[in-house]
């Protein structure tokens, strides 16, 4: 065994089990005492093969698998995937079922971004402020039970429409769930802006200029707590967004705190909108119709997760089954603002600044081989499968 | 003041010392974690929850990782939570007098007491595991930055009663006014000092579960884990016990002993719920900017003070 002080690096490994983690994800900070010099990042443990899934599905089950992609962010897949269907067959989905759709997108957003909070503050030892919002996170989780009848995966949306209405008993419901909830969130903001403790560990770490994180390409909440006005709901509004405008929350400073600041800002928008669907609720119809096969085309389709742009390239051949979907989830796109900002930091930060982010594993994990310009290659289905063996061999 | 006296056998073995001693250190884990839940909005352990937790880690077997010097690492608990016992011979525990008590074991026993934190840095260094190894260097770095203020701390009642021996100290404690209205800086320092000296939050950076997974125990399983979470569990009632004696007015019998330790504790579990994790750089900042300055006032408002008494 060789003796750890004749290594030139010392490396403190982070995952695929650790505490900190409550998914699986491989981190190796090389550090010099408590200082980070280096920092690495491994993805792949919960790769499912979901994209390729897609290919031997119909398009109605597709929406299904989609919406298990993440556990979290289930309705704004399952959203994506039906926006772009419905854009693929010429469909025009109703006014009402667009509505719900953005309510219940919005309800998740409440859901997520609370539950955010709570894993942060735990990544920080701030236990109270973790406990006190999973406990608040509950309201709205009961809300979308009594609404869709589950708590995760809320199977909303059909191709064409949506399964669920809202009724008038339903509504009141929900206006005083956001009632209490908009209570709480601004003592959360209270917390998060006066703690000293808190502050001490937020406050000038992982900062990120506007145009670095232009260049490395974030989205979502820790883009806009950098400055960047990048958020798809008013950029490119789908679902009822046109309708229901929204403001974009951002902020300055581009550290932990402003992230804390700008999420907890984004639930007051939140419950803003809310209040604004429920009020001026169209009516007419749920569904419409749908043809089995879509015709032949690609179409694109964009929503704003609750982590950030969403992107769905949907391929199809005319007939009842996809060419190919595309999936590009938020939280590939802002590993980089994670692990380029770690150099510096004390090793007590990485668990807040990975939690920062409000990283989603189980979306994340692709395979992705990089061609030479030289020339391409067409993997067969046994050679991919041969490929993944080997990998985690 | 009354005191009872009992034969040297009992009290080293059974009560106060040994068995008592263990047992009431479990109690008061189990308060502590209880206290801490409620005000976290959780439920919390049931009574004998600890119990259960020592009697399955005893139960388990204990794993020696490559890599270590088995003896130190079979050792260092035993060390560590017989070092603690021991301090509890020199405090007036539960109410009775000290079992032993001479000039000077003051400073016997806040050595005793940092035997348990040496320990542990030394499990940690012990072993090649990289979280051991931040959490021991946390550990021992934690150690250096609370111990001067928490010691001059308990300097400032020591030189109130003009003596050494805690037993004495706990008599003129009795006698004057409670020292947290005459030292309450003191207090302060101490009561803050004590929950650095047992690693409880915002000072639980060397056990950062987040960061370095459980810290310089992060390898230890079984019965030594066992010893050292047991060994905690004393020195909690210990580090009570002492500031209770100095500060609140001194101890007398049982019921006081347990009336002021569980009200200090109810103040601990607020103070561990309130904060978030501080870094070791920022616990090391706090207490040397602060809590040194904070106790060499309280130290030198003293002096004057009995200065100023005298002429």
Same mark, same amino acid.
């Given at each position: ?11 403190? $490994? ?17 550090? *010099? ?8 990042? @491994? ?135 956001? *009632? ?27 900062? !990120? ?21 990048? *958020?798809? @709901?008013?950029?490119? $509004?789908?679902?009822? =967004? ?25 639930? =007051? ?51 009842? !089954? ?68 080997? =990998?985690?061999? | ?14 009560? +106060? ?7 009431? %250190? ?17 439920? %919390? ?35 560590? &939570? ?8 020199? /405090? +007036? ?14 400073? /016997? ?8 934190? &040496? ?76 929950? %650095? ?72 579990? %607020? ?5 978030? #994790? ?14 040194? /300055? ?11 003070? #009995? ?5």
């Amino acid at each position: 065994m060789e003796s750890l002080a004749n290594q030139k690096k010392f490396i403190v $490994p982070i995952g695929p089990q650790h505490p900190a983690l409550k998914e699986p994800g491989h981190f190796e900070f090389t550090v *010099d005492g408590e200082i980070i010099t280096g920092a690495s990042v @491994r993805l792949g443990y919960v790769h499912r093969g979901i994209e390729k899934g897609t290919e031997s599905r119909t398009w109605i089950q597709n929406l299904y698998l989609l919406e298990r992609i993440c556990g979290i962010c289930s309705h704004v897949h399952a959203l994506a995937y039906a926006l772009g269907v419905e854009k693929l067959g010429n469909v025009d989905v109703p006014p009402r079922a667009q509505a719900i759709r953005t309510l219940v997108a919005e309800m998740e957003r409440i859901h997520s971004h609370l539950l955010w909070l709570g894993v942060a503050a735990h990544e920080g030892g701030f236990d109270t402020l973790f406990m006190y919002t999973w406990r608040d996170r509950e309201t709205v989780m009961d809300l979308l039970e009594g609404l869709t009848g589950n708590r995760v995966h809320y199977s909303v949306n059909v191709l064409g429409g949506v399964k669920v209405d809202v009724d008038e008993k339903q509504a009141d419901a929900i206006r005083r769930g956001v *009632d209490f909830l908009e209570e709480r969130t601004k003592y959360y903001m209270k917390v998060v802006t006066t703690d000293e403790t808190f502050l001490g560990r937020t406050r000038g770490v992982g900062k !990120m200029t506007t145009e670095q994180a232009d260049e490395l390409g974030t989205v979502g909440p820790t883009g806009r707590a950098s400055g960047l006005t990048r *958020d798809i @709901r008013v950029d490119a $509004p789908y679902a009822a =967004y046109p309708l229901y405008p929204v403001q974009v929350v951002t902020g300055t400073s581009g550290d932990l705190l402003e992230r804390f600041i700008v999420r907890i800002k984004e639930l =007051y928008e939140t419950y803003r909108l809310i209040r604004l669907i429920l009020d001026k609720m169209p009516t007419g119809e749920l569904t419409a119709r749908i043809p089995r096969r879509i015709p032949e085309n690609e179409a694109i389709s964009r929503v704003e997760a609750p982590r950030g742009e969403l992107f769905y390239f949907l391929k199809s051949n005319g007939s009842e !089954m996809p060419e190919r979907i595309k999936v590009r989830t938020p939280s590939i796109c802002n590993w980089s603002s994670v692990i380029n900002f770690a150099v510096g930091l004390k090793l007590a930060d990485m668990p807040m600044v990975l939690s920062g982010m409000d990283p989603c594993f189980s979306c994340n994990d692709r395979l992705v081989v990089v061609n030479r310009p030289t020339g391409s290659q067409v993997w067969t289905w046994e050679e991919l499968r041969q490929y993944g063996i080997n =990998y985690y061999r | 003041m009354t005191t009872i006296t009992l034969p040297a056998l009992i009290i080293l073995l059974i009560f +106060p010392g040994g068995l008592f001693l263990l047992a009431s %250190g479990l109690v008061y884990e189990w308060v502590d974690r209880k206290l801490v839940a409620r005000f976290q909005n959780r439920v %919390g352990p049931r009574w004998f929850q600890p119990l259960a937790d020592m009697i399955k880690l005893l139960a388990k077997e204990e794993i020696i990782p490559t890599g270590v010097h088995p003896g130190l690492f079979v050792t260092l608990p035993v060390a560590a &939570l017989a070092a603690a016992l021991t301090a509890a011979l020199y /405090v +007036p525990m539960f109410g009775f007098t000290p079992a032993f008590s001479f000039r000077g074991d003051l400073v /016997v026993t806040l050595y005793l007491l940092s035997m348990m934190t &040496l320990g542990i840095g030394l499990a940690g260094a012990n072993t090649v595991d990289r979280f051991s190894l931040v959490g021991a260097t946390r550990t021992l770095t934690q150690l250096f930055s609370y111990e001067a203020p928490f010691l001059l701390t308990l300097l400032g009642p020591a030189i109130m009663a003009s003596s050494w021996q805690i037993s004495q100290i706990n008599v003129y404690a009795h006698n004057v006014w409670w020292m947290i209205f005459t030292q309450p800086i003191g207090f302060v320092v101490a009561l803050v000092g004590l929950m %650095g000296k047992l690693e409880f939050p915002p000072f639980d950076a060397p056990e950062a579960e987040t960061e370095i997974v459980s810290g310089a125990l992060t390898e230890y399983s079984g019965r030594g884990l066992a010893l050292f979470r047991i060994g905690k569990d004393v020195e909690l009632v210990i580090g009570l016990t002492l500031v209770v004696a100095f500060y609140l007015g001194g101890l007398a019998n049982p019921l006081e002993f347990l009336i002021k330790t569980l009200v200090l504790l109810l103040v601990m579990a %607020g103070l561990q719920s309130l904060f978030a #994790r501080l870094r070791i750089d920022q616990t090391v900042g706090l207490w040397w900017r602060i809590g040194a /300055v904070l106790a060499l006032i309280q130290l030198l408002a003293i002096i004057i003070g #009995r200065f100023i008494g005298r002429v």
